[in-house]
């Protein structure tokens, strides 16, 4: 037994099983796909704006869609080929976007990108190089929410940052992509990190894993003995700490404020796969077109972790893992708790798609609904202290205004309340209901 | 894949196993030990009480839920079960039918559907029950068969140890007079002695109370400060003058003060959200119950403790609540400046 607890945040937090099956097994590349879609919005902010036309030859790697504005992102070829149409298909959000297609001829790759291994340590970018080289690869938050990295590295004027934070916490049972790339990558990954200190002008950073990786915690350990700026911390299994505001409570024990952002304590936050995506984008000049996706489910033959090039239909994958298996009554892209189920198998993977997860048909439905019981279980679950069971119950009758009061803005939308519920009422459902309803006034 | 759809609902995609039908399952399987023990005490009678108490409250809310209210029967959840199982856990093992069918209409018909079902009702259904038979039949509710008598339906009656030493106290004997004609504590322990049927035995009571928390149906906090409570006032008084108070130990193991503590006061429904809450509720009701057994005209007082702490519940909740993620660097300015000082001492 360990003598102390690891840290983990205090509000709320629940534990669901963390089924990580396939932890152990290595990250593999997916053979080439025939086609792929890729569409011009994958990440927060502004549609990117396209810059090829049907019919053109393209190379991977070259930029198809330039960002718009500076909340947005740049898109690039995942593959070579020629253009196909350029139409709009239902991405895994279940709206449809305007998407490019692109049918696969060889794998012929931008010269100006170095696909060597070589580990590249000497950083020679200035800091404003470096944002700008990360924006113009198109890096975004790869922990599911998908928010431009450029963005989060130009600190507002008149704020201090002092604390970069790395996430490997991975709290969503079943996916291990973030787990693997800190296995197998773990050099760049902190070459990564040094590029987004730079960038920063921040001379502390932690890299937060939950101890249930206990392999990966003991990797960063071994390699930065002699490091004196970049901390590793084992962190106590608990979800959601891979939310930025639990993660921030969790190391630093510092609460980010109602509306505010992490920069407004003095702390900026991103992903472990996010920092590989950097390493590769500053140190080897590759936008981000690839990233790693877990296939994963209680049921799937081969649960793996896939190297998969941006705007792979989700079906190769599932082929790749052994094929879809008999029982399966709901496939979701991204995690159990926080990811979104998808109608078709045509959906791409983007740069946001951790995982593909298979739910067998006897847990793909919600059981039946009973009265509240007020046992408080939703409200010591909740991460952010709010009462979700009230907020339902607000948002029920349309008293938007009194859920307001209440604060159900600042719900991060875990799933945790609706996870616990012991009469499995939709608790979150009714709060994202309540959220658009106040969307909505402020808009009329 | 078979020819079906794929199901697309919003996430979380995945849910606890214990859910409401689970956790009252469980609580029932925790209620088992002590319907044994007082089984085994009082024979075939608490067998009948129970079942007859069980029968009448899921007729009894089913008819509601039927023929009253026009909407479906709400007895699957097996809530019914358990308080039909706590009622009965709280009246002596000879009661007749009449009178179970009477408190059973109260406590499901008052107690529970009057407010809208499972879920609805600021007090313990059960409890609303036995306090209505409590006031209306003292006698009947009162004579309790003696532990220990024979497998037949009328045995001796006798009173409750509480009994003895609240009519000694009257009487004007002290306290260490009174206890030699009781029973010895490992009997109090593990139930012989005389009571209602379910509140025989601490140590079968303890048993429930392990599996409930093994489970995670419940937390430690309610039975652990309504207890803690009763045992740190009775210990006052008791240190304060012994012949007029008795031992907390003899406290903690006569009348309901286990059964309250362990079934009744962590009931979901009636008690608050938050650990905190629980905290001060199981306190409240330790502090009354003491207040009635020492002070009190009746020899017993958790029943009332727990419907008057009850009421204080949603008062209780409004004070409690979970400190709000983020409030911390919203209200107190000191912490800001203790952040701003942080922020700039880093390098």
Same mark, same amino acid.
């Given at each position: 037994m360990r003598l102390h607890k690891h840290k983990t945040f205090?509000?709320?937090g629940?534990h669901?099983?963390d089924?990580k099956?396939?932890s152990?097994?290595?990250?593999?590349?997916?053979?080439?796909?025939?086609?792929?879609?890729?569409?011009?919005?994958?990440?927060?902010?502004?549609?990117?704006?396209?810059?090829?036309?049907?019919?053109?030859?393209?190379?991977?790697?070259?930029?198809?869609?330039?960002?718009?504005?500076?909340?947005?992102?740049?898109?690039?070829?995942?593959?070579?080929?020629?253009?196909?149409?350029?139409?709009?298909?239902?991405?895994?959000?279940?709206?449809?976007?305007?998407?490019?297609?692109?049918?696969?001829?060889?794998?012929?790759?931008?010269?100006?990108?170095?696909?060597?291994?070589?580990?590249?340590?000497?950083?020679?970018?200035?800091?404003?190089?470096?944002?700008?080289?990360?924006?113009?690869?198109?890096?975004?938050?790869?922990?599911?929410?998908? !928010?431009?990295?450029?963005?989060?590295?130009?600190?507002?004027?008149?704020?201090?940052?002092?604390?970069?934070?790395?996430n490997g916490v991975e709290c969503?049972?079943?996916?291990t992509?973030d787990h693997?790339?800190m296995l197998?990558?773990?050099?760049?990954?902190?070459?990564?990190?040094?590029?987004?200190?730079?960038?920063?002008?921040?001379?502390?950073?932690i890299i937060g894993i939950e101890d249930n990786k206990a392999d990966a915690i003991e990797i960063f350990q071994?390699?930065?003995?002699?490091?004196?700026?970049?901390?590793v911390e084992a962190l106590e299994v608990q979800y959601?700490q891979g939310?930025?505001?639990?993660l921030?409570?969790a190391l630093?024990?510092?609460?980010?404020?109602?509306?505010?952002?992490?920069?407004?304590?003095?702390?900026?936050?991103?992903?472990?796969?996010?920092?590989?995506?950097?390493?590769?984008?500053?140190?080897?000049?590759?936008?981000?077109?690839?990233?790693?996706?877990?296939?994963?489910?209680?049921?799937?033959?081969?649960?793996?972790? !896939?190297?998969?090039?941006?705007?792979?239909?989700?079906?190769?994958?599932?082929?790749?893992?052994?094929?879809?298996?008999?029982?399966?009554?709901?496939?979701?892209?991204?995690?159990?708790?926080?990811?979104?189920?998808?109608?078709?198998?045509?959906?791409?993977?983007?740069?946001?798609?951790?995982?593909?997860?298979?739910?067998?048909?006897?847990?793909?439905?919600?059981?039946?609904?009973?009265?509240?019981?007020?046992?408080?279980?939703?409200?010591?679950?909740?991460?952010?202290?709010?009462?979700?069971?009230?907020?339902?119950?607000?948002?029920?009758?349309?008293?938007?205004?009194?859920?307001?009061?209440?604060?159900?803005?600042?719900?991060?939308?875990?799933?945790?309340?609706? !996870?616990?519920?012991?009469?499995?009422?939709?608790?979150?459902?009714?709060?994202?209901?309540?959220?658009?309803?106040?969307?909505?006034?402020?808009?009329? | 894949?078979?020819?079906?759809?794929?199901?697309?609902?919003?996430?979380?995609?995945?849910?606890?196993?214990?859910?409401?039908?689970?956790?009252?399952?469980?609580?029932?399987?925790?209620?088992?030990?002590?319907?044994?023990?007082?089984?085994?005490?009082?024979?075939?009678?608490?067998?009948?009480?129970?079942?007859?108490?069980?029968?009448?409250?899921?007729?009894?809310?089913?008819?509601?839920?039927?023929?009253?209210?026009?909407?479906?029967?709400?007895?699957?959840?097996?809530?019914?079960?358990?308080?039909?199982?706590?009622?009965?856990?709280?009246?002596?093992?000879?009661?007749?039918?009449?009178?179970?069918?009477?408190?059973?209409?109260?406590?499901?018909?008052?107690?529970?559907?009057?407010?809208?079902?499972?879920?609805?009702?600021?007090?313990?259904?059960?409890?609303?029950?036995?306090?209505?038979?409590?006031?209306?039949?003292?006698?009947?509710?009162?004579?309790?068969?003696?532990?220990?008598?024979?497998?037949?339906?009328?045995?001796?009656?006798?009173?409750?140890?509480?009994?003895?030493?609240?009519?000694?106290?009257?009487?004007?004997?002290?306290?260490?007079?009174?206890?030699?004609?009781?029973?010895?504590?490992?009997?109090? +322990?593990?139930?012989?002695?005389?009571?209602?049927?379910?509140?025989?035995?601490?140590?079968?009571?303890?048993?429930?109370?392990?599996?409930?928390?093994?489970?995670?149906?419940?937390?430690?906090?309610?039975?652990?400060?309504?207890?803690?409570?009763?045992?740190?006032?009775?210990?006052?008084?008791?240190?304060?003058?012994?012949?007029?108070?008795?031992?907390?130990?003899?406290?903690?193991?006569?009348?309901?003060?286990?059964?309250?503590?362990? +079934?009744?006061?962590?009931?979901?429904?009636?008690?608050?959200?938050?650990?905190?809450?629980?905290?001060?509720?199981?306190?409240?009701?330790?502090?009354?119950?003491?207040?009635?057994?020492? +002070?009190?005209?009746?020899?017993?007082?958790?029943?009332?403790?727990?419907?008057?702490?009850?009421?204080?519940?949603?008062?209780?909740?409004?004070?409690?609540?979970?400190?709000?993620?983020?409030?911390?660097?919203?209200?107190?300015?000191?912490?800001?400046?203790?952040?701003?000082?942080?922020?700039?001492?880093?390098?």
């Amino acid at each position: 037994m360990r003598l102390h607890k690891h840290k983990t945040f205090k509000t709320g937090g629940i534990h669901p099983h963390d089924n990580k099956l396939s932890s152990q097994v290595a990250i593999t590349p997916l053979p080439l796909p025939k086609m792929v879609t890729i569409p011009i919005i994958q990440h927060i902010g502004a549609p990117a704006k396209i810059v090829v036309n049907r019919g053109d030859m393209i190379k991977t790697g070259q930029i198809i869609a330039t960002h718009e504005g500076f909340v947005s992102s740049n898109i690039h070829a995942s593959v070579s080929g020629r253009v196909g149409v350029i139409e709009e298909v239902m991405d895994s959000t279940g709206f449809k976007h305007m998407a490019i297609n692109i049918r696969v001829k060889g794998d012929d790759w931008e010269e100006s990108i170095d696909r060597s291994d070589t580990l590249i340590e000497e950083i020679k970018l200035t800091p404003k190089e470096i944002v700008s080289r990360i924006m113009e690869a198109g890096v975004v938050g790869m922990g599911g929410a998908a !928010f431009p990295s450029h963005v989060k590295l130009s600190v507002p004027e008149g704020k201090h940052v002092d604390h970069l934070l790395i996430n490997g916490v991975e709290c969503e049972p079943y996916l291990t992509a973030d787990h693997r790339v800190m296995l197998e990558k773990p050099k760049e990954i902190i070459v990564g990190i040094k590029i987004l200190m730079k960038a920063l002008g921040v001379q502390k950073a932690i890299i937060g894993i939950e101890d249930n990786k206990a392999d990966a915690i003991e990797i960063f350990q071994q390699l930065l003995k002699n490091e004196k700026h970049i901390g590793v911390e084992a962190l106590e299994v608990q979800y959601p700490q891979g939310g930025e505001k639990q993660l921030i409570q969790a190391l630093l024990n510092r609460e980010v404020p109602s509306g505010g952002l992490p920069a407004d304590v003095g702390v900026i936050v991103h992903n472990v796969g996010t920092t590989y995506a950097v390493y590769e984008a500053v140190q080897k000049n590759k936008p981000l077109i690839e990233r790693v996706v877990t296939v994963t489910g209680k049921s799937v033959k081969q649960p793996s972790n !896939f190297l998969v090039r941006i705007g792979t239909p989700v079906i190769d994958l599932l082929i790749a893992a052994g094929g879809v298996p008999e029982d399966t009554g709901k496939i979701v892209s991204g995690g159990p708790m926080m990811g979104k189920a998808i109608a078709d198998l045509d959906v791409p993977v983007a740069k946001g798609t951790s995982g593909i997860l298979l739910i067998p048909k006897d847990e793909a439905s919600r059981s039946e609904v009973y009265n509240c019981v007020h046992c408080g279980k939703c409200i010591e679950a909740c991460p952010m202290g709010l009462e979700p069971y009230r907020l339902l119950i607000m948002s029920k009758k349309g008293n938007s205004k009194r859920a307001k009061e209440e604060h159900i803005l600042d719900c991060i939308e875990c799933g945790s309340c609706s !996870f616990v519920c012991p009469s499995n009422r939709p608790i979150l459902d009714y709060i994202r209901l309540g959220k658009t309803q106040l969307k909505k006034q402020k808009s009329v | 894949m078979s020819e079906g759809l794929l199901t697309v609902s919003p996430s979380p995609h995945i849910h606890t196993d214990l859910t409401v039908p689970q956790i009252m399952r469980g609580v029932i399987i925790a209620m088992i030990p002590a319907l044994l023990f007082s089984v085994y005490n009082f024979g075939l009678g608490a067998v009948y009480v129970t079942l007859l108490a069980i029968l009448f409250c899921v007729v009894i809310e089913y008819a509601i839920a039927r023929y009253l209210l026009k909407r479906p029967a709400s007895i699957y959840d097996g809530s019914a079960i358990i308080t039909g199982m706590l009622l009965a856990f709280n009246v002596p093992s000879n009661l007749p039918w009449h009178i179970i069918l009477i408190g059973s209409a109260v406590a499901i018909g008052i107690g529970k559907m009057s407010f809208g079902g499972l879920g609805n009702n600021p007090f313990n259904p059960a409890l609303v029950g036995r306090v209505f038979l409590l006031l209306s039949f003292p006698v009947e509710m009162t004579s309790w068969p003696t532990a220990g008598a024979t497998w037949s339906l009328d045995g001796v009656t006798g009173a409750t140890p509480l009994g003895i030493l609240k009519d000694g106290l009257r009487a004007g004997d002290s306290v260490p007079d009174i206890m030699n004609q009781m029973p010895s504590y490992t009997d109090f +322990f593990f139930g012989l002695q005389g009571g209602s049927l379910g509140e025989m035995s601490a140590f079968a009571i303890l048993l429930g109370l392990m599996y409930m928390l093994y489970r995670k149906i419940i937390t430690w906090h309610i039975p652990v400060s309504m207890l803690a409570t009763i045992l740190l006032m009775t210990g006052i008084f008791w240190l304060l003058d012994p012949t007029r108070f008795a031992n907390p130990l003899f406290h903690l193991l006569t009348g309901g003060i286990m059964l309250g503590a362990v +079934f009744m006061a962590t009931d979901y429904v009636t008690s608050p959200f938050t650990h905190r809450g629980m905290l001060v509720f199981g306190v409240g009701i330790g502090v009354l119950t003491v207040v009635i057994r020492l +002070f009190g005209s009746y020899p017993e007082g958790v029943s009332f403790a727990i419907l008057i702490m009850n009421a204080f519940v949603p008062l209780i909740n409004s004070y409690t609540k979970q400190p709000r993620y983020g409030s911390k660097s919203q209200r107190h300015k000191a912490y800001q400046e203790k952040l701003e000082k942080e922020v700039k001492a880093t390098p």
